[in-house]
């Protein structure tokens, strides 16, 4: 929604994934539905959490969705719930990039059927889960671009 917790996390963690795996070209970017924090660092406390595991995510800087370049430039739109799926949903009202759109955890192998919660009033283990999620969902996708460039089976 903000830009500020969950997304930042999810594009540090494919951005570091994508880097340890050089079969992998990716370019990643995470902007929220909204623009309450445009501007702003990630949360401190996801940034704390995210380092912990070796996620860099310090140079984030929070922006809202921009759906004029946004949906020309990536080929997959991840959300994070239901909501935000609605949303980005709403932006695209030609229809045209609905299969762009899709939730983080339908690459996730243990959590598919989950949303990922949003940690921002939660204790250290909301953003413990959250990364749990995100890193699970990152690996899912890794490997899907793998299959998708035909660097392993």
Known sequence: M??????????????????????????????????????EGADKRMIL??????????AHRARQ????????NFDHILVMDTENYADIKK???????RHKIKKATSFSAKYKDLEVPDPYYSGS???ELVLDILEDSCRGLIKEFENESGNKE
């Open 2 to 39: 903000g830009n500020i917790c969950r997304s930042p996390a999810a594009e540090g963690i494919l951005r570091h994934m994508a880097e340890k795996n050089p079969g992998v070209q990716i370019e990643t970017d995470s902007a929220g539905t909204l623009e309450y924090h445009t501007g």
């Open 49 to 58: 959490h995210a380092s912990d595991r070796g996620y860099d995510i310090t």
């Open 91 to 97: 932006f695209d009202v030609s229809g045209e990039f």
């Open 125 to 127: 283990s909301g953003f």
């Open 65 to 72: 969705f921009n759906p004029d370049s946004d949906f020309n």
